[in-house]
């Protein structure tokens, strides 16, 4: 049997796109999870704050992955769960492996590629120092946490403000550990303002902006000791600013990485700036029939968007496999001035039905700003914010009607103080 | 009593005791560590160097060029991963021109195979990363990469499948000669005797032999740190590219490696503990300011692991293999080319125990092979084979390296079971990859306490002492 | 008056609530701000979200929640109540496990189906 849709991945993103496509239509709808159960990551982030734009309530990660798991149960999606897949290919195949069931090759007449990302580790940042037992990524030590039972330390510093990271030390807490700092490289946090207040200042923890962990020391085997510097401009350590914790454990939240693997196997364009693939206007690939949704593309802040964008590929997809394939010239969205990527890269403008959204992070903090698309040297349209940052997502939304005025093949996103 | 003690079991220890296995002896091998591989065998450059690299004559360049040859055929038949990709010596400057030069002659005579000056097209052609710097370079096809913690494991399990026993946890604190002959070993495992004892203490090596007999040699532990890349670094070598070696060493090199990352390094650096393996901002800069001269594409962002290694270096430019007292043999001062010697040093061993009376009859049929399921190595045929005879085949585990339930559970029933996350990592490749275990770690651990029956709290990343669960969360539980 | 910073959005206004004059505040850029800024000082609750025992379930923890925000001050007694608390598979989102906790109106609930 050919599916008509095969969603590698049950996280958010795999769940939105494969309720969305059925609802458009599609019938042989196949989910490939790895883990056993559906939910992803969402799974072990039990603290609140999902869905404020999707529900309009805060719910937990597993409050807000049960509802879509939910919704998927009234569909007649099927689901493969403990199963990994080991390749794709252009021609729509998906070779699987399981204990069940063992190695399986399923064939598709659409893919959604939602496998999520991972988080960055102590050997992508160098960090000095022995390596013993005690450093984890935050959210390993998240999963031993909140799933497992089992606290990874006693005596926490976290290095990188990151949202996970910020989580932890609430987490951490509250469960008896002691966290001495949170450590950031930049000036500015990466992680959202309120987690700043609820998970820092509620209990007391330092945040260092502008300093790094130069040297972790182990006692038999164990983390005992990290050193810390201010960093310079050019994020060199600061002889003389060094400050010493004894600590038994050290959480690292220093980013996340699209897991794109099976992805660039398949020989899928690639964008080196989101570490994801190239996508158009509705999420397709450059492979016809093949899309992609969620943090496989581009890591978001919030799961809402991860989860409207996925509906939007699971409706793509439903409209490949029963309509045909998509057509038309692209326009390709440059970069402009302190636009750090965008997402989507390309649009097919006669693809678009009313307005396209584009997403994208600026590189730096702004106040009193705008945002700028222009063609060539012509203003197409502006969007005024009164507040950007590289952790917060930007969202503007091009309406088709201009679209249709741009003559060249190009259009460039800026961002510039008003 | 047992006829013969070795001290150490890394890939010394280990290639000689599996010599030993194929004789009628009581082999015994003490490691201090709570596994073997656990020093310099586990963290170096995993070459098997051609042999052009030491003066002739000396018995590093032989024992080399004679463990370079034997390297392929025990790979094969042990199931080591290893491939001859060949090597090359990079010359930037006229100086280093000559130094090329130099080391082609000593290869002749050494006996390297194949050596061969190219020039700079032809090293672009096999290698379009290199430096546009490059003037010239060593070529040496019998060169080969191979992944050193599993040649250890390889002999050492292959030892204890013939009988050998291997004892962890066994530091040993003295040595007494026993009056009748012999020696008696004191270890926090007990104590032990043999008539024999093979000191391969690795780092250690001295205060080993100065536990019964004269100083001879200073061990001088020297520190080597290394990045490894991701393997969408890999592409950037097809062959082990060293510089031109200078009296640090040979120089920072970039290689692929069996499991298809790039890895660069290391430098070289005195240090005072022999057991303390950290890297240090200073020696990650250095590493990645030499391999610029090789190579300036390397892409940083890609590292996925920095790691540093101790070189048994010495105060002699030899290795420290003899007779050091009676019935006490000394396989000390095994600094590089000392993996790719390993197993040409065990004949050596064999010979001298001959030295000293010792001349047991060969066993009949002893195993001298070893198989190893490595599911990410596997075609789709024998991958759907593998999951047909046993389901846990088909549950991964470790995603970043496709590693498998199957093969956690070989390692954890194989003949040296390990106990820590880390052992299993050497014996499966768990953790190896890009995410570092970061997701696979919490499910390794779940598997070795249920299959060890242990509390998950008592499970280790890698040696004693190195728990990964502090607590349990939600202690005082009542009835509800 | 108090300083805080607003986080309602991410545009951080700085928020200036004054104790003595029935909890005003200035400084926020619309009404979600004074809002935040009057019960922050006057009474700061947060939603408390963490773990109970479970057994025979997948996994030997099950994420709860306390229905409604609860006074800041309580969160480690109420963490302190969940220690005692072992539940048996299977649970259900939004099951309660312990009612009107600490006297504060609010229930902890199980927040996935295990």
Redesign the interface.
């Known amino acids: 049997m050919t599916y008509d849709l095969i969603v590698v991945g049950g996280g958010p993103a795999g769940l939105a796109a494969a309720c969305s496509a059925w609802e458009k239509g599609l019938k042989h709808i196949l989910i490939v999870e790895?883990d056993?159960?559906l939910g992803g990551i969402l799974?072990q982030c039990?603290?609140?704050g999902f869905g404020l734009h999707r529900f309009k309530e805060?719910l937990?990660g597993?409050?807000y992955a049960?509802r879509f798991i939910k919704m998927l149960n009234d569909t007649g999606v099927e689901v493969m769960l403990?199963t990994?897949v080991?390749e794709i290919n252009a021609q729509h195949q998906v070779?699987v492996?399981?204990?069940?069931?063992?190695?399986e090759v399923l064939e598709a007449k659409s893919i959604i590629l939602a496998m999520g990302c991972?988080?960055r580790?102590?050997?992508?940042i160098?960090i000095?120092?022995?390596?013993?037992?005690?450093v984890?990524?935050a959210?390993?030590a998240q999963?031993?946490?909140?799933?497992?039972?089992?606290?990874?330390?006693?005596r926490v510093v976290i290095l990188g403000s990151g949202d996970i990271g910020l989580i932890m030390a609430r987490?951490m807490t509250?469960?008896?550990a002691k966290v001495l700092a949170c450590v950031e490289l930049m000036p500015y946090s990466g992680g959202?303002?309120?987690n700043i207040?609820?998970c820092l200042e509620?209990w007391g923890i330092p945040l260092y902006l502008s300093h790094t962990i130069?040297d972790i020391?182990?006692t038999?085997?164990?983390v005992s000791h990290v050193t810390v510097h201010k960093l310079d401009d050019k994020r060199q350590?600061i002889p003389g600013t060094n400050l010493e914790f004894d600590c038994?454990?050290v959480l690292l939240s220093v980013g996340l990485i699209p897991e794109n693997?099976l992805t660039?196997a398949a020989g899928i364009a690639m964008d080196p700036r989101t570490n994801g693939a190239i996508v158009y206007e509705n999420m397709e690939t450059s492979v016809p029939g093949i899309f992609a949704c969620g943090n496989v593309v581009h890591v978001h802040d919030l799961v809402d968007y991860v989860s409207a964008e996925s509906e939007r590929a699971g409706a793509a997809a439903a409209a490949y496999v029963l309509n045909g394939v998509q057509q038309g010239n692209a326009i390709t969205i440059v970069n402009g001035a302190d636009v750090g990527y965008t997402v989507p890269q390309k649009i097919r403008v006669d693809n678009v039905p009313k307005a396209a959204d584009i997403f994208f992070r600026v590189r730096r903090v702004f106040k009193d700003s705008v945002i700028e698309i222009k063609d060539g040297d012509r203003l197409v349209i502006s969007y005024k914010r009164?507040?950007m940052?590289p952790g917060?997502m930007e969202h503007i939304i091009l309406p088709r009607k201009l679209l249709d005025t741009v003559t060249g093949n190009e259009i460039t996103v800026s961002a510039r103080e008003a | 009593m047992y006829d013969v003690c070795i001290i150490g079991c890394g890939v010394i220890g280990a290639a000689t005791a599996f010599e030993l296995s194929k004789y009628q002896a009581d082999v015994l091998v003490l490691e201090k560590e709570n596994d073997v591989a656990m020093g310099a065998s586990r963290a170096n450059s995993a070459i098997i160097h051609a042999g052009y690299d030491p003066k002739p004559g000396t018995l590093m360049a032989r024992l080399n060029v004679e463990g370079n040859a034997m390297a392929e055929q025990l790979c094969k038949d042990l199931s080591v991963p290893f491939s001859r990709i060949g090597s090359l010596v990079l010359a930037f400057t006229e100086e280093e021109e000559a130094t090329v030069k130099m080391l082609y002659e000593r290869g002749v005579q050494n006996g390297v195979p194949g050596l061969k000056i190219i020039n700079a097209d032809e090293i672009h052609e096999m290698e379009p990363e290199v430096s546009k710097d490059v003037r010239s370079a060593l070529y040496a096809p019998s060169a080969g990469i191979i992944t050193p913690w599993d040649y250890t494991l390889a002999f050492a399990e292959t030892a204890v499948r013939n009988g050998v026993k291997v004892t962890l946890n066994a530091r040993v604190t003295n040595i007494e000669k026993l009056p009748e002959g012999g020696y008696r070993l004191t270890t926090p495992q007990g104590v032990f005797e043999a008539k024999y004892v093979i000191n391969a203490a690795g780092v250690h090596s001295g205060e080993i032999h100065e536990m019964v007999a004269e100083k001879t040699f200073t061990v001088c532990p020297n520190r080597g740190e290394y990045y490894v890349m991701d393997k969408s670094e890999c592409f950037r070598a097809h062959h082990v590219l060293f510089q031109c070696p200078n009296k640090d060493g040979k120089g920072v090199l970039v290689t692929p490696t069996m499991d298809h990352n790039l890895l660069v390094g290391p430098n070289a650096e005195g240090v005072e503990d022999g057991d303390r393996v950290n890297n240090t901002a200073a020696g990650m800069a250095f590493v990645r300011e030499k391999a610029y001269k090789t190579m300036q594409t390397i892409n940083y962002r890609n590292a996925i692991r920095n790691f540093a290694g101790i070189r048994a270096n010495t105060d002699k430019d030899e290795f420290q293999i003899g007779i050091a007292a009676e019935n006490f043999i000394d396989l000390a001062g095994i600094k590089s080319p000392g993996l790719s010697s390993a197993p040409a040093i065990a004949l050596e061993a064999v010979k001298l125990l001959s030295q000293c009376g010792f001349n047991p009859e060969k066993k009949a049929n002893p195993i001298t092979t070893r198989e190893k399921k490595r599911f990410r190595f596997m075609n789709d045929e024998e991958r759907r084979e593998a999951i047909k005879e046993n389901p846990a085949y088909g549950r991964v585990i470790c995603r970043c390296e496709t590693v498998t339930e199957g093969e956690i559970l070989d390692a954890i029933h194989s003949p040296i079971p390990p106990c820590s996350v880390d052992g299993i990592k050497r014996r499966a490749g768990t953790g190896m990859g890009r995410c570092q275990g970061g997701f696979c770690g919490p499910r390794v651990v779940d598997i070795l306490a249920r299959e060890l029956h242990l509390d998950p709290m008592t499970i280790t990343q890698d040696g004693a002492g190195s728990q990964l669960l502090l607590a349990e969360t939600k202690q005082e539980v009542s009835a509800k | 008056m108090k300083e805080l910073v607003c986080i309602v959005c991410p545009k951080g206004c700085r928020l200036h609530v004054d104790e003595e004059n029935d909890y005003a505040v200035t400084g926020n850029s619309c009404p979600r701000g004074a809002v935040y800024g009057h019960n922050e000082i006057k009474n700061p609750t947060r939603v408390l979200t963490s773990t109970v025992r479970l057994e025979g379930g997948l996994y030997p923890r099950c994420p709860v929640k306390t229905d409604k925000a609860v006074p800041k001050k309580l969160l480690m007694d109420i963490m302190q109540e969940l220690n005692h608390v072992s539940l048996h598979a299977p649970v259900e989102a939004g099951q309660v496990v312990l009612a009107n906790i600490c006297g504060t109106d609010a229930n902890v609930v199980v927040t996935k189906n295990l």
């Open positions: 790895r056993k159960e799974n039990i603290h609140n805060e937990t597993p409050e049960g403990d990994m080991l070779h492996i399981s204990a069940a069931k063992g190695y991972r988080e580790t102590r050997g992508a160098g000095p120092g022995d390596r013993p037992a005690g984890f990524t959210g390993s999963r031993y946490l909140n799933m497992e039972g089992y606290m990874v330390g006693k987490r509250l469960e008896g959202l303002m309120r207040v609820q509620d130069t020391v182990a038999n085997g164990r350590p038994d454990t693997e660039r009164e507040h940052a917060e």
